[in-house]
């Protein structure tokens, strides 16, 4: 059961720019997390909770979370190359590259790293959801005969039903010769096999 | 050997490229524990809504925040916050918000309590650092907007509680100006900042709280100085003490005027004290001075009169003011009596009445409380009850209510520094299994409810019946030692000097020690705890003796303060004996060689390079002088880049006399260039890693012999530029380059340079490949490499011919001192995200496959199989290579969700992966830990041998029984048949 990877269509939003010129000694960088509705619906993730989700600048620099519509920000950023990752238990996420210029202020350069595709704005949706779980399959009949178990009971009523019908088809000249052998060397029983209750 | 083939042909036969490590969702708590904590609390706002659940907000020194249920002590929510935001104040605004302020009061935000959601976030700048204050006036209105109060960075700053948004700020660009207290003095619309100038100079600016508007700045002078804290005694009065420690000032400003008073310690109590510190309080009319053996509660009474009101010498704390009234203050005060604490709450205003005075037993493991926290609530007969929450010197957080502990916190766990594991005692006659199993019926009834579940015919409550027998099945938490190795006690240091036992079977504290030589004491200022070793691991001799660890720690920070040693007995967590060293610890080495009672012998290095032996017997030194000319290691220098290598010379030639003290030899040293390389990271295989073979059998029949030795270094160095944060260098002046040196001889085996590369740098080393994670500023990711490294002086071993005429060197001595002729191979592979912590599995005898267990950015633990960092992956792999496990080459490592061991979890803020081999060959266990906790069993390979889990007797037992009453059946068939026959 390996998740379906589903590559979403990028939702063209009108809002957000993605870096803005702050005040001070840095850049404002501004996105949104979006995870769609419908996915991972039928996960442990509760959908459109996102209170617990992180996002993480440059491997830990800045962690910050999500405001209630999917928001967030990071404040006092000098100008360069950041990348950005979402912690979100139940999705995938890729990280993000982010250019800030210093050169021309308010341009937006970001690009996903794992399928290298550019964002015109920063808009971060989940690749595709994880699922941490295997599926257990339901019961079918077969998966109790291919047990080591289920082949023993199969065999045995091949040796109990199949072979009299075998027998049955033999030449009758043959099944005596065979039954002769068979008297010479009795029966075996249950019973001989016990010590000291042999017949014979 | 049958075994061995036997083993391998079951390797191969479940080498499939799935992942191994997968569960599915019932199984979760079967096998794993997970424990989740917020660290040592710093503050706590009690949410006093009327309706719904009691909670109680807290800051911790994890920075942590969390939301508590004041009945139980679960967690409604937490959020851990970066590394470097750490918090400096929080509130509850409107009833309904969490304020938090932090990262040295530049980042503001708010959120929502019932859930944990963050509602909004502002960030504040200013002039200059200063320390930051965060106020929630009830009553101060903007447009029926509650309006924060912060000022941080010279600044203060007005905020609306809905949006964030700054309504209005006021500069404090003074240079000198150090803000001590800011004040809103309820009901009015003023705000005052008072402070310090010019270390003599005091100061108050009265502030409009409509428009940030100055309306008065008066200063006055001390020609004696400030020195510490003040404390805020009216809301016009603050009380500080002079530079000297020894006057008392009482300035008040009342109506922006300032005067004051001089009161020397001496006049209020009889004996002298020496200097003293006030200790921070908010209790109107009241303060606190404290000395090193007493502390005292002064009054002030009308102008700037004192009086002393109580004197005590027994460790004391006291909380912050809570208002139960209109006009009346009330506060706790905690007092310690030996085995007791002794809680009273008292009015502000007067002393002598106790509104409350209980007892409580407390354990004295938690040592003295540190912080004490006020609540009240209104009783059925409409009287005041009050309950306390007091944070312990072990970190842990006791809700106290009604002389009784209602509940506690063991959040000492979140702070882990050290981690080590001990077995579990042998199982003694008498505790007899069937105890266990109770009778077979049970047991029949279990396995049939297993077969149910299997089979899935079972009724929802026959699964929950299923699910809680398999929870609680009393096997896994016995303490005892069990035939799989799976029970062990997990022994961890935490800072706050606490040493716990926990049961790797469901992870309950078996016993936990507040260790005395990490106590404070004359001697020892501020210890600290650094690592734990195993001491005592009886196995052969000695079975009686209890296993011990050792716990070396230090007297403060710098690295030549004195160290302390301290024993512990693992089964009962008594610690047997402490030593305080007269000399610095810089380096443990435990060397390999035991005593006839299994102590280990240990090699400790003081910052002078001298060696001191433990344990200091005349065997322990007869044993050591044996090996004296074998022992080797090697130190580093990352401030220098120097890596030395050091051997033994002679004993000590210092004056005294100490035959366990050694003088040491620099043997080799690699020196870095400091222009060009800085040390990021070293790794060494583990001490007690067992490998299987040295022999790996190749495809077409090929062998290649893998250099192991344990004395392989790794070290990766970068560009100094580029040991910054990503992004922060260009690719072409940043760099990493590996190095494997061998630490006998210092002779550097490979080095390889990889251009465009950054830190940071995580590697593992295990066998004889080593495999670091860093970032590739050119590609824009993180990539993970892995060099593998081959002894190519037995490559010509594989001729029969030579084997069969003696003239193989399989027998020839290794000596490091020869160059060894060695091959690398290395590959480099993409990794999505960023990591914490690595890791790999290690198991029993080595034979089982390798995991690498990635702590990931987002706090999860990822399984990757070994064979995905193999440099002999190609695009395209032969027939041969194929059926020995090869896979093709991919540019990225695979990110399967079912192999995260951590599954739907996360370890949040996670530190350490720790490894520890079960005795049955195919488990791992591993320990992950951070703010949280959590543990599991690892199969890398699938439980090759041992029934899983969810193996079902029951089906077993019901085949048997068919089997057997098919063969009566018959045979009376055919008896019948014969008899049938006869009668013919």
Not at chain 1, 167 to 196: I, K, T
Not at chain 2, 337 to 352: N, P, Q, Y
Not at chain 2, 613 to 638: C, G, H, M, Q
Not at chain 2, 745 to 755: A, C, E, K, P, S
Request: aromatic residues 8%; negative net charge.
């Amino acid at each position: 059961m390996a998740p379906i990877a589903r590559l979403l269509l990028l939702a063209l939003l009108p809002t957000a720019l993605t870096i803005s010129s702050g005040s001070g000694d840095g850049y404002t960088i501004n996105g949104r997390v979006k995870i769609p509705q419908g996915l991972g619906t039928k996960g442990f993730a509760l959908p459109g909770k996102t209170s617990n989700v992180k996002v993480i600048l440059n491997g830990g620099q800045i962690v910050t979370y999500l405001r209630p519509d999917g928001y967030f920000s990071f404040q006092n950023i000098p100008a360069g190359t950041h990348l950005i990752e979402v912690a979100a238990i139940g999705y995938f996420f890729s990280p993000v590259r982010v250019d800030v210029s210093a050169r021309n202020p308010g341009k937006v350069q970001a690009a996903l790293t794992e399928n290298r595709r550019g964002l015109s704005e920063l808009v971060l949706e989940p690749l595709r959801d994880e699922q941490y779980y295997e599926i257990r399959e339901p019961f079918s009949i077969m998966s109790v005969v291919k047990s080591p178990m289920g082949l023993m009971v199969g065999f045995m009523l091949v040796v109990v039903f199949l072979m009299p019908k075998l027998v049955e088809n033999m030449d009758p000249e043959e099944m005596r010769r065979a039954q002769e052998e068979m008297r010479n060397q009795g029966v075996p029983s249950l019973a001989s096999l016990l010590p000291g209750g042999g017949r014979n | 050997m049958a075994i061995r083939s036997f083993f391998l042909f079951i390797l191969f036969f479940s080498s499939s490229l799935s992942p191994v490590f997968s569960l599915y969702e019932d199984q979760v708590g079967l096998m794993d524990w997970h424990q989740q904590y917020i660290g040592k609390v710093k503050q706590a706002v009690f949410s006093s809504q009327r309706a719904g659940r009691k909670r109680v907000v807290v800051s911790t020194e994890e920075n942590v925040i969390a939301s508590l249920d004041l009945r139980h002590g679960e967690i409604f929510w937490r959020h851990l916050l970066g590394a470097d935001d750490v918090i400096d104040g929080i509130d509850i605004g409107l009833g309904k918000y969490v304020i938090t302020l932090s990262s040295g009061g530049s980042i503001l935000r708010s959120w929502n309590l019932p859930d944990g959601q963050m509602v909004w976030e502002s960030s504040l700048q200013g002039p200059k650092h200063s320390k930051s204050f965060l106020l929630v006036p009830t009553n101060l209105k903007f447009d029926k907007d509650n309006v924060l109060v912060v000022f941080s960075n010279g600044r203060l700053h007005a905020i609306s509680c809905i949006d964030g948004e700054v309504l209005w700020k006021k500069d404090f660009e003074a240079e000198s100006f150090e803000v001590q207290q800011v004040i809103q003095p309820p009901g009015s619309d003023l705000i005052y900042v008072v402070g310090f100038a010019a270390s003599y100079q005091f100061e108050m600016y009265q502030i409009n709280a409509k428009n940030g508007e100055l309306l008065k700045h008066e200063s006055a002078s001390f020609s004696s100085g400030f020195s510490g804290e003040v404390s805020l005694v009216s809301t016009e009065t603050v009380v500080a003490l002079d530079s000297t420690g020894s006057i008392l000032l009482t300035i008040s400003f009342q109506d922006g005027k300032i005067s004051s008073q001089q009161t020397p310690i001496s006049n209020l109590v009889e004996e002298s004290l020496g200097p003293a510190v006030i200790i921070p309080s908010s209790v109107s009319g009241i303060f606190a001075i404290k000395t090193d053996a007493v502390t005292v509660f002064i009054r002030v009474i009308g102008e700037g009169k004192l009086e002393v009101v109580e004197k005590t010498t027994h460790e004391i704390a006291v909380s912050d003011a809570l208002s139960i009234s209109e006009d009346q203050e009330a506060f706790a005060l905690i007092q310690h009596a030996s085995s007791e604490i002794h809680l009273t709450v008292k009015l502000a205003h007067d002393w002598d009445g106790n509104l409350l005075k209980e007892s409580v037993k407390m354990d004295r493991q938690r040592g003295l409380v540190h912080k004490v926290f006020i609540n009240n609530y209104i009783r059925t007969d409409r009287s005041y009850g009050f309950r306390v929450l007091i944070v312990m010197e072990d970190h842990s957080l006791l809700l106290l209510q009604q002389g009784e502990i209602v509940w506690s916190r063991e959040d000492g766990l979140a702070s882990i520094i050290d981690v080590t594991t001990s077995e579990l005692p042998v199982e003694r006659n008498g505790v007899s299994v069937a105890k266990v199993e109770h009778n077979l019926f049970e047991w029949l009834k279990g396995h049939m409810l297993k077969l149910k579940g299997t089979l899935m015919l079972a009724s929802p409550e026959d699964m929950a019946a299923i699910q809680s027998m398999r929870l609680k099945s009393s096997e896994k938490s016995k303490m005892t030692r069990d035939h799989n190795g799976f029970r062990k006690l997990l022994i961890v240091l935490t800072r706050a000097g606490k040493l716990f036992a926990l049961h790797t079977g469901d992870g309950r504290i078996v016993w936990s020690h507040l260790l005395r030589s990490l106590h404070k004491s004359e001697a020892c200022q501020s210890p600290i705890g650094l690592n734990l070793y195993q001491w005592q691991v009886p196995h052969h001799h000695a079975m009686d003796e209890n296993p011990s660890v050792l716990v070396v720690s230090r007297c403060g920070p710098s690295s030549d303060a004195p160290g302390v040693l301290s024993f512990v007995d693992t089964y009962t967590g008594k610690e047997l004996s402490s030593l305080s060293l007269d000399h610095a610890v810089v380096q443990v080495i435990p060397l390999p060689y035991t005593d006839s009672t299994e102590q280990r012998l240990h090699l400790l290095i003081n910052a002078d390079k001298h060696a001191h032996l433990y344990p200091k017997t005349s065997e322990a030194l007869s044993i050591f002088k044996r090996e004296f000319l074998n022992i080797y290691w090697y130190s580093v220098e990352d401030q220098n880049g120097i890596i030395k290598g050091h051997a033994l010379k002679c004993k000590c030639t210092g004056e005294v006399a100490d035959e366990f003290c050694f003088d040491t030899r620099d043997l080799w040293s690699v020196v870095f260039p400091s222009e060009s390389e800085k040390i990021v990271a070293t790794v060494t295989r583990k001490l007690n890693e067992v490998v299987h073979t040295q022999a790996k059998v190749v495809a077409d029949q090929d062998v290649m012999y893998k250099y192991i030795s344990r004395n392989l270094l790794f070290v990766a160095t970068v560009a100094p530029k580029g040991s910054g944060e990503i992004g922060s260098v260009t690719p072409e002046e940043s760099w990493l380059v590996a190095y494997l040196i061998d630490t006998v001889t210092g002779r550097i085996l490979h080095r390889v340079t990889h251009h465009g590369l950054q830190g940071p740098v995580h590697a593992v080393f295990s066998e004889n490949w080593v495999v670091y994670h860093y970032f590739n500023l050119r590609a824009h990711r993180y990539e993970m490499s892995v060099i593998e490294i081959y002894d190519q002086s037995r490559a010509d071993n594989k001729d029969v011919w030579k084997l069969v005429l003696g003239k193989h060197n399989l027998t020839s001595p290794i000596s490091l001192f020869s160059r060894p002729e060695v091959i690398t191979k290395s590959q480099s592979y993409f990794f999505t995200h960023s990591l914490k912590a690595i890791a790999v599995t290690s198991t029993a005898k080595g034979i089982t496959s390798k995991q690498l267990l990635l702590g990931t950015i987002g706090d999860q633990v990822l399984a990757l199989d070994k064979r995905f960092l193999d440099p002999r992956r190609t695009v395209n792999p032969t027939q041969a290579e194929k059926e020995e496990g090869i896979i093709p080459l991919t540019d990225s490592l695979p990110i399967i969700p079912q192999s995260y061991v951590t599954h739907a979890l996360r370890v949040e803020g996670l530190r350490g992966i720790i490894t520890v081999p079960a005795k049955l060959e195919s488990t791992t266990l591993v320990f992950a830990h951070g703010v949280d906790l959590f543990f599991t069993q690892l199969a890398p390979s699938r439980t090759y041998d041992s029934l899983t889990e969810d193996f079902s007797y029951a089906l077993l037992l019901i085949t048997i029984v068919a089997l057997v009453a098919a063969i009566f059946v018959t045979w009376r068939l055919s008896e019948r048949k014969e008899l049938q026959e006869k009668w013919r």
